[in-house]
């Protein structure tokens, strides 16, 4: 996905429109370079095995097509990033699209962590016991003895 959108990008901005590509532009090109490599490379570092010294394997790297995993996110913003790049060939206004990465991640920081916590009950305290109750239970008490 990531090599023939910044095929695609670097074909028509940089070499058809070369007079009219900006420094925006390559820093653009740049920018989505950066996210494919970022990801690529930690997706490819989760799913590395390791191995003791004996040879056994002691963790075989996660699962990369497991749902609500972190390789499923990491897909996501190469997914993104590569439809924003094609979509930038029009108008550079396209890429403002990418703000959906950080909204989205703030929302699942919400979700999973802040909101659980600041809606959370507080657990009530136990009711203060009235003297005068107490007095009586006491007495029962001692009636029984």
């Known amino acids: 996905m990531a090599y023939p959108s910044q095929a695609i990008y670097a074909a028509i901005n940089l070499l058809i429109f070369y007079s009219s590509s900006t420094f925006w532009t390559w820093l653009l090109l740049l920018f989505a370079l950066a996210v494919y490599v970022g990801s690529y490379r930690s997706m490819s570092a989760m799913a590395k095995p390791v191995f003791a010294e004996?040879?056994?394997?002691?963790?075989?790297?996660?699962?990369?097509?497991?749902?609500?995993?972190?390789?499923?996110?990491?897909?996501?913003?190469?997914?993104?990033?590569?439809?924003?790049?094609?979509?930038?060939?029009?108008?550079?206004?396209?890429?403002?699209?990418?703000?959906?990465?950080?909204?989205?991640?703030?929302?699942l920081l919400w979700?999973?962590?802040?909101?659980?916590?600041?809606?959370?009950?507080?657990?009530?305290?136990?009711?203060?016991?009235?003297?005068?109750?107490?007095?009586?239970?006491?007495?029962r008490q001692m009636k029984r003895f």
């Open 54 to 107: 004996d040879g056994s394997l002691v963790d075989g790297g996660i699962d990369l097509n497991m749902e609500q995993g972190m390789a499923e996110h990491l897909k996501d913003v190469i997914l993104l990033t590569a439809i924003v790049q094609v979509l930038s060939i029009i108008t550079s206004y396209f890429w403002y699209l990418w703000l959906l990465a950080p909204a989205r991640a703030l929302h």
């Open 111 to 139: 979700v999973n962590f802040l909101g659980p916590w600041f809606m959370a009950e507080t657990p009530t305290a136990p009711e203060e016991v009235n003297e005068k109750k107490q007095r009586r239970q006491e007495r």
